[in-house]
């Protein structure tokens, strides 16, 4: 047989391969039974419902076969990325016919029944959705929310040298912000110790109902833009299966021969930045679907986006249209009588784990190894007596992060928006640096192309490479302006959408958290101004799972330096830590603040005066600059009103306040008395917003006598103390709450608040006059010696 | 004198003008008095807290003074938009400059005590930020949070026909996803009917501390990117400043006359999508400061990003570096005695209202015509009796819409991503087409370089160029899938806060409000899964400003059509509306819907069969799902129990649900208490995640009582009446959460749960068999016909 022979042979079994894909996707869009179409298709073989997305899936089907043919030719590692929405019928059937499907779920065999569960389950109540999605093997990305393919590729292959992640990008999703955005992850990707990422932009022409953006341009404007991003685009056309096969096939091998050349450096040295190969792919949407649906063009149109054919119950033409359509695909040539793939067939798929939908790359828990993560106390702060020393936070975690990085040199990156030094976290400079493809100048600091500390101004690319680079099984921390986390708040939602579904995933094995630092916070956004604060961020994460969100908020450096400690060795959470990175007193030695912490809420004894039973008043507090203003408060009520008996407690453990039945971290409701009482008034001084102590407590005893001060939404570029000032948030205002619901004191208390009105006068007239705070505000102490127990 | 001569003249005035705003900018940042340098420096001079960023300020005041000089050559009606964080010092230098911030802000005069003043109040308490704020003349977007300039200036230029938005864009921000997307606007911009915008992508090189992706990228790199976009790149590189200026000039010059020709229609006829020309310059980070600190390079690198130079009362080499730094511009050439600048150079800035500072576009609300909208009675649904009729209650918003955009053809804009057909608005296409400047084929509906529609896969680019036609005065809505509107969660927070600071600013005036339809909500996202449900938008904005949040739950078609016309003739808000698409009952007329709407919650009186006092169990609802679940539960208990008196309330303004005290649309308590009762259970029915309900009302009167149901993040691919089971918010839920707090009811109530509960378990069973809902529930209608009035 002459080679010409043998390729028209290959891209036949190719070919024929890909109509099996296509027809196991319309099947699955459209029918309940009578799989291997045996029958006449009846009405009763259709879904109630028709539920599905037809327009990119014969594209993604097309890309996969190709894929699976120089895999299994080369031996590649690769996994595959599905960014387009609704591609879940491709990646299920394609792993469906690998077998892989078979071996997870049991109950959709290889055989007749097995496809008609296939089918079935597809978008149907307790069955999968239409997406690729957690249930699907060889998935880690959800085409859900679009906009984050690429980024999770990219994090996929950091650090992944052997891997080739293949990313097909649809043009709907080629047009939001973080995909366009994330072209540019290239210049963070080191062609020695990183995979490669092959993106495959995928033009089918339209969205839900429009052309899109890059589907109307033409190929001279795209191999521009792209070649701008530094990428080597290589075309792909056609809507004739048989030629664009060939064009497919010969470009994969070309692509595939270019990143081996990249990976073998045989390219120029010194090129430090490899100019990447990518494959634009432009075929018609709902390509081999119906061409016309009731006179209207319905293939390569955005017609064929959802189901092309519908109302099957009155339009009986549209019944017998479906038939013809699936039976186009010719199954009684794919699979045999007991409905399973022809052996030709089969062997065209990769084996074992190198079938895409089986890489272990795709079940990151598989590939996860634990953290090693040294002794925290080696960097604790020296804290002889409480508020006796002033530190800075995030520079002892900062060292910690240092000798993780070191004992963890290939499996932990620290990501942030270029604020790993604003944040005092640069002691990983002395074991790292960033990473940077670019050219280096000799006046550049830090730069490298091994660096493990990822910068970019753009959340959603720190927040999209973090999460490809957890869900491939290895670990981070992403450092970030308490304010703009926002901009990922959908990501965030949408990963922890991703955990909750994995953890009902026997299969799926556990990934490490997502961990955020946020720091530069509200409090201390003085200098930034109103733009820069906003403290609602964790608002919005205690709407998800319980099980699956934590909220820290430790009050000093050996409190945040536990908490880093647990939160690296926790597994499928969204750990939010803030805290601050300004020089600030310390209350608890190292011993203190793990007893602290591990219980999450605790009284201060030393700052409490109270005797056996209740005090007077409590006052909670949560977050380091809350504590800071709460302490003083007791300082100054103290002073003023010595009889008067507080009790402090502070809070790291934002969940501890939901009950038990709430949130796993939820004190019980006896010890929740405990602190707080039955019927003291509490004046709780929070980091954020108030109303979400009250959301989190409105069930505990006592919560009638809360009484939350936090952030109102009041700010502007002044001093520090003022911004807590302008939110009635500081000791003064703390002090007059605590009096105005204690009416029992009578005359020495209406001193005492005059007294502190009088203060705050002082400062308002004192910041103003000299632009910065009263010393004795700035450098405040707390004076107390108090012979009690640090805490208990 | 020669021409040569002429422009050497000409361009050293243009560089007196730059150096004078360099002196004001560097001033702002250091100085405390000693304005005009007329003493030796000394530290008694400098602020006590040096906060300010330098690094950029000298590009964007270059940039200024070249528009300054084409835009009084030719009369031009420009604005500005200062993309690069921080770049407060040069704007406000530059329209101090011009005159305007002394018109606005007599107190900062145009002489040495004003200069004075303006220093001092620069990131002063009681002063003003360090970014173009609102307290900005000129300004319509803050460079705190990056990534917005360039859709807001596309924003702004929409149907301004006359108008060039200069955009400066910083290469930091240049790295943010909604940049990276922002630069394919220009396939929506009509230069026929809309502004020109004038991308200026400023490369200085470098962020915080870090270079720039695009900054370290070579020019030809930068051209094909570029040119990829479709913009004709124009580049200026310097640092010596006289060549760098007339390389400025000479490409200002080009680049005027490419924007004319294009104006003027010169280029060939049918080419949509003319190439708008851009300008890339490149000049030093912190241009003209210190080139070097302590013997590190400090000019044309990172270290010049905030205060090059610091820790002045330690150092005295800093205060004179600082001293011959200021004295380097020879403020005595810029200004007289009186500090007032001098009359050649006043005389380059642009007069009136043509001065960027006083563009009346910049302070849109000068421009804004009330939107004319038309009668919504017209478009309502004829609802003889409750629950008697189906209806689409957004398809009957979108001939509202319609009708507004007809009679408003140049000042109204809709915005969605690929959404306005899918949400079943419809009806504006036989008004209007999509925008869409690319090639239209013969078979593309409903596209048109004129379209008021726009369309982009962004929900960035949709809000961005919402915010930026808003500031300019004009009107417009968002319509968004609700999962996918927490995309814009953080670009909503700096709108927010926006809107907060110019409400106490008298000079700026009042813009039309922000927008927002959400729907295809969480509760009919049956078909599309878990990863489209989220309906957590409205817990992220009620953390916002009291005065500017408005969240409407219209649980029908005829609310809905009063809510919209409300919400568009408000200004300086955001309005948040959460409605479906899908056929459903409809509950109000119009007269009954207006009634219900002006009170923003009612007890509806059809649905109650209470007597003269407190009924035995209140079942609350808002949002349309829930609304129609509570319903049904009421007609249920009745059915079972009809003894049991019952009241139904139903609330379409969520912020009724809020104490007077804490928000303006609070209902009074005497009135809470009168639909709520004093110790009544209350069965709430939410749309969405509960603990808001309960963060609302903590403090209300019975709130102890309130048991709300809600989404509580369980959701997947299933049958809408599923959805709400797996919620627990069903009608058969409800039933049992009323009687399980009504333990008076005895043997009755229990039969009546059973009975409930075999309900729910016939309904798990049918739909997973059948893949669809129970036929009695799906199509379920309001059996009762009350006597009573339909609401009271």
Same mark, same amino acid.
């Given at each position: 047989?002459?080679?010409?022979?043998?390729?028209?042979?290959?891209?036949?079994?190719?070919?024929?391969?890909?109509?099996?894909?296509?027809?196991?996707?319309?099947?699955?869009?459209?029918?309940?039974?009578?799989?291997?179409?045996?029958?006449?298709?009846?009405?009763?073989?259709?879904?109630?419902?028709?539920?599905?997305?037809?327009?990119?899936?014969?594209?993604?089907?097309?890309?996969?076969?190709?894929?699976?043919? $120089?895999?299994?030719?080369?031996?590649?590692?690769?996994?595959?990325?599905?960014?387009?929405?609704?591609?879940?019928?491709?990646?299920?059937?394609?792993?469906?016919?690998?077998?892989?499907?078979?071996?997870?779920?049991?109950?959709?065999?290889?055989?007749?029944?097995?496809?008609?569960?296939?089918?079935?389950?597809?978008?149907?109540?307790?069955?999968?959705?239409?997406?690729?999605?957690?249930?699907?093997?060889?998935?880690?990305?959800?085409?859900?929310?679009?906009?984050?393919?690429?980024?999770?590729?990219?994090?996929?292959?950091?650090?992944?040298?052997?891997?080739?992640?293949?990313?097909?990008?649809?043009?709907?999703?080629?047009?939001?912000?973080?995909?366009?955005?994330?072209?540019?992850?290239?210049?963070?990707?080191?062609?020695?110790?990183?995979?490669?990422?092959?993106?495959?932009?995928?033009?089918?022409?339209?969205?839900?109902?429009?052309?899109?953006?890059?589907?109307?341009?033409?190929?001279?404007?795209?191999?521009?833009?792209?070649?701008?991003?530094?990428?080597?685009?290589?075309?792909?056309?056609?809507?004739?299966?048989?030629?664009?096969?060939?064009?497919?096939?010969?470009?994969?091998?070309?692509?595939?021969?270019?990143?081996?050349?990249?990976? &073998?450096?045989?390219?120029?040295?010194?090129?430090?930045?490899?100019?990447?190969?990518?494959?634009?792919?432009?075929?018609?949407?709902?390509?081999?679907?119906?061409?016309?649906?009731?006179?209207?063009?319905?293939?390569?149109?955005?017609?064929?986006?959802?189901?092309?054919?519908?109302?099957?119950?009155?339009?009986?033409?549209?019944?017998?249209?479906?038939?013809?359509?699936?039976?186009?695909?010719?199954?009684?040539?794919?699979?045999?009588?007991?409905?399973?793939?022809?052996?030709?067939?089969?062997?065209?798929?990769?084996?074992?784990?190198?079938?895409?939908?089986?890489?272990?790359?795709?079940?990151?828990?598989?590939?996860?190894?634990?953290?090693?993560?040294?002794?925290?106390?080696?960097?604790?702060?020296?804290?002889?007596?409480?508020?006796?020393?002033?530190?800075?936070?995030?520079?002892?975690?900062?060292?910690?992060?240092?000798?993780?990085?070191?004992?963890?040199?290939?499996?932990?990156?620290?990501?942030?928006?270029?604020?790993?030094?604003?944040?005092?976290?640069?002691?990983?400079?002395?074991?790292?640096?960033?990473?940077?493809?670019?050219?280096?100048?000799?006046?550049?600091?830090?730069?490298?192309?091994?660096?493990?500390?990822?910068?970019?101004?753009?959340?959603?690319?720190?927040?999209?490479?973090?999460?490809?680079?957890?869900?491939?099984?290895?670990?981070?921390?992403?450092?970030?302006?308490?304010?703009?986390?926002?901009?990922?708040?959908?990501?965030?939602?949408?990963?922890?959408?991703?955990?909750?579904?994995?953890?009902?995933?026997?299969?799926?094995?556990?990934?490490?958290?997502?961990?955020?630092?946020?720091?530069?916070?509200?409090?201390? &956004?003085?200098?930034?101004?109103?733009?820069?604060?906003?403290?609602?961020?964790?608002?919005?994460? $205690?709407?998800?799972?319980?099980?699956?969100?934590?909220?820290?908020?430790?009050?000093?450096?050996?409190?945040?330096?536990?908490?880093?400690?647990?939160?690296?060795?926790?597994?499928?959470?969204?750990?939010?830590?803030?805290?601050?990175?300004?020089?600030?007193?310390?209350?608890?030695?190292?011993?203190?603040?793990?007893?602290?912490?591990?219980?999450?809420?605790?009284?201060?004894?030393?700052?409490?005066?109270?005797?056996?039973?209740?005090?007077?008043?409590?006052?909670?507090?949560?977050?380091?600059?809350?504590?800071?203003?709460?302490?003083?408060?007791?300082?100054?009520?103290?002073?003023?009103?010595?009889?008067?008996?507080?009790?402090?407690?502070?809070?790291?453990?934002?969940?501890?306040?939901?009950?038990?039945?709430?949130?796993?971290?939820?004190?019980?409701?006896?010890?929740?008395?405990?602190?707080?009482?039955?019927?003291?008034?509490?004046?709780?001084?929070?980091?954020?917003?108030?109303?979400?102590?009250?959301?989190?407590?409105?069930?505990?005893?006592?919560?009638?006598?809360?009484?939350?001060?936090?952030?109102?939404?009041?700010?502007?570029?002044?001093?520090?103390?003022?911004?807590?000032?302008?939110?009635?948030?500081?000791?003064?205002?703390?002090?007059?709450?605590?009096?105005?619901?204690?009416? &029992?004191?009578?005359?020495?208390?209406?001193?005492?608040?005059?007294?502190?009105?009088?203060?705050?006068?002082?400062?308002?007239?004192?910041?103003?006059?000299?632009?910065?705070?009263?010393?004795?505000?700035?450098?405040?102490?707390?004076?107390?010696?108090?012979?009690?127990?640090?805490?208990?």
């Amino acid at each position: 047989m002459t080679d010409h022979h043998a390729e028209t042979r290959d891209l036949g079994r190719l070919d024929a391969y890909w109509r099996a894909a296509n027809y196991l996707s319309v099947g699955q869009i459209y029918l309940l039974d009578n799989p291997l179409l045996e029958q006449p298709l009846e009405i009763g073989h259709i879904k109630p419902r028709l539920l599905g997305h037809w327009g990119t899936t014969p594209g993604l089907n097309f890309i996969y076969a190709h894929l699976n043919r $120089v895999i299994a030719r080369d031996d590649l590692d690769m996994i595959f990325i599905c960014g387009p929405g609704h591609g879940g019928p491709a990646v299920v059937a394609n792993t469906y016919l690998e077998g892989i499907y078979s071996e997870i779920y049991p109950e959709v065999g290889r055989d007749r029944e097995g496809m008609r569960r296939l089918f079935r389950q597809f978008s149907f109540p307790g069955g999968i959705p239409s997406h690729a999605a957690p249930e699907t093997p060889g998935s880690i990305h959800e085409g859900g929310e679009l906009g984050y393919a690429l980024a999770h590729a990219y994090g996929a292959a950091f650090d992944n040298p052997d891997l080739i992640v293949a990313c097909v990008i649809g043009d709907g999703e080629a047009e939001t912000g973080p995909l366009a955005a994330s072209w540019h992850s290239n210049k963070f990707l080191n062609p020695k110790t990183d995979g490669a990422v092959l993106p495959i932009l995928h033009l089918n022409g339209y969205k839900i109902a429009n052309p899109t953006i890059l589907g109307r341009m033409t190929d001279e404007a795209l191999l521009r833009l792209f070649e701008g991003f530094g990428y080597e685009p290589h075309f792909v056309e056609g809507s004739d299966p048989i030629p664009t096969h060939q064009a497919m096939a010969a470009t994969l091998d070309i692509v595939i021969g270019r990143i081996r050349e990249i990976r &073998q450096g045989t390219l120029a040295d010194g090129m430090a930045q490899p100019r990447w190969p990518m494959i634009i792919l432009r075929t018609p949407k709902g390509w081999t679907g119906p061409k016309e649906v009731d006179g209207l063009k319905t293939e390569g149109f955005w017609r064929s986006h959802q189901v092309p054919l519908s109302g099957l119950a009155d339009k009986p033409e549209h019944l017998a249209q479906l038939e013809a359509w699936m039976r186009s695909y010719r199954p009684e040539e794919l699979f045999d009588e007991a409905g399973r793939l022809v052996p030709e067939l089969q062997a065209l798929a990769p084996q074992g784990d190198r079938r895409m939908g089986a890489n272990p790359h795709a079940n990151g828990g598989r590939l996860r190894r634990e953290l090693s993560v040294p002794d925290h106390r080696a960097f604790a702060l020296d804290v002889p007596e409480p508020g006796g020393v002033q530190g800075e936070a995030t520079r002892a975690m900062g060292q910690l992060l240092r000798d993780v990085i070191r004992e963890n040199p290939r499996s932990f990156r620290l990501m942030g928006p270029d604020e790993t030094a604003s944040n005092r976290l640069d002691a990983v400079f002395e074991a790292t640096d960033r990473v940077w493809m670019e050219d280096i100048l000799p006046e550049d600091v830090h730069l490298a192309p091994e660096g493990r500390v990822m910068e970019v101004l753009s959340e959603h690319l720190c927040q999209g490479w973090l999460e490809g680079y957890l869900l491939t099984g290895r670990h981070g921390l992403f450092s970030c302006y308490e304010a703009f986390i926002h901009i990922v708040d959908s990501m965030v939602n949408q990963h922890a959408k991703w955990l909750k579904v994995t953890r009902d995933l026997e299969w799926r094995q556990p990934i490490s958290s997502l961990n955020y630092l946020l720091t530069s916070h509200v409090w201390r &956004q003085d200098h930034n101004g109103f733009s820069h604060q906003d403290p609602g961020f964790i608002d919005h994460v $205690v709407n998800k799972k319980a099980d699956i969100v934590r909220i820290y908020l430790p009050p000093d450096a050996n409190t945040l330096l536990w908490v880093t400690d647990h939160i690296l060795r926790t597994y499928d959470r969204i750990n939010v830590v803030i805290a601050g990175k300004q020089p600030a007193p310390q209350w608890l030695d190292i011993d203190q603040a793990a007893a602290h912490c591990r219980a999450g809420i605790g009284r201060w004894g030393w700052a409490s005066n109270e005797g056996d039973g209740d005090p007077d008043v409590v006052l909670a507090c949560a977050g380091d600059v809350p504590t800071l203003e709460a302490v003083a408060a007791v300082s100054l009520l103290r002073e003023q009103l010595p009889d008067l008996c507080i009790r402090l407690v502070n809070v790291v453990d934002l969940m501890a306040l939901q009950p038990k039945e709430q949130h796993p971290h939820g004190l019980p409701e006896e010890d929740f008395i405990r602190l707080f009482t039955r019927d003291r008034p509490v004046i709780f001084a929070f980091h954020g917003y108030p109303q979400l102590v009250h959301r989190l407590t409105y069930k505990r005893t006592n919560h009638d006598n809360f009484h939350v001060r936090g952030y109102r939404e009041e700010g502007t570029t002044t001093t520090p103390f003022d911004m807590v000032v302008l939110n009635e948030l500081d000791r003064f205002h703390l002090a007059i709450a605590a009096i105005d619901r204690l009416p &029992q004191l009578g005359a020495d208390a209406d001193r005492a608040r005059r007294r502190f009105q009088e203060r705050l006068a002082e400062h308002h007239d004192y910041v103003r006059q000299h632009g910065r705070d009263m010393p004795d505000v700035a450098d405040w102490r707390w004076p107390g010696r108090g012979t009690a127990a640090p805490f208990d």
